[in-house]
């Protein structure tokens, strides 16, 4: 996606030569896995990125949030998808598990936003809204699909998870895939 979004808007001297930001919204965030681990891939894979990139992380729940601003997880939950390599690059060992350096935190920001009542931020790259809406009856599924929709920039990409669909609710998206993943 991040490639794509680069050739789409001219190469990295032309977005900073226009002051672009490539914004991603991780909605729906829980504890913060999801955004950390994007702030962390684009860290590993796009360095140069890093002082472009706005990542906003948002959830229901006051409770989630604050655990995701501590970056506090145990050691179950960093060991069970995080690679040694990462963990001990940018983890640091407490006595009941891992918490993320600053570095990484210091890259996402934390909101509170109710899908269905809220404004949701605007003009979004890359928006991330995985295994949310399964929880949501039809009628307001669709209600936050278009909300979502009306959420993206232009040439924005929407990442729902594995058992969610568009199909019924929107119908002017295009399916990408790459490798295993559909967006």
Known sequence: IIPGWLEANG????????????????????????PYSIAL?????FPRLVDIIDIQATDI???????AKAGN??????????E?????????????????????????????????LDVYPREMDILFCRN?????????????????KNS?????????GSAESLFGFIDNFTIQEYKITRY
């Open 152 to 160: 993206l920039g232009s040439n924005g990409i929407l990442a729902l």
């Open 132 to 148: 949310v809406a399964i929880y949501f009856n039809k009628e307001d599924r669709k209600k936050i699909y278009t909300k979502l």
């Open 84 to 116: 040694e390599r990462i963990r001990d690059k940018y983890f640091k060992k407490t006595p009941y598990g891992y918490e993320l350096v600053s570095d990484i935190k210091n890259l996402v920001r934390f909101s509170l936003l109710n899908l269905h």
């Open 41 to 45: 891939t684009i860290r590993e894979f």
């Open 11 to 34: 190469g990295e001297h032309t977005i900073r030569s226009k002051n672009l930001r490539l914004k991603i919204w991780s909605a729906g965030c829980a504890t913060g896995q999801e």
């Open 73 to 82: 997880y145990l050691e179950i939950e960093v060991d069970r998808g995080v």
């Open 61 to 67: 729940s006051q409770v989630a949030l604050e655990k």
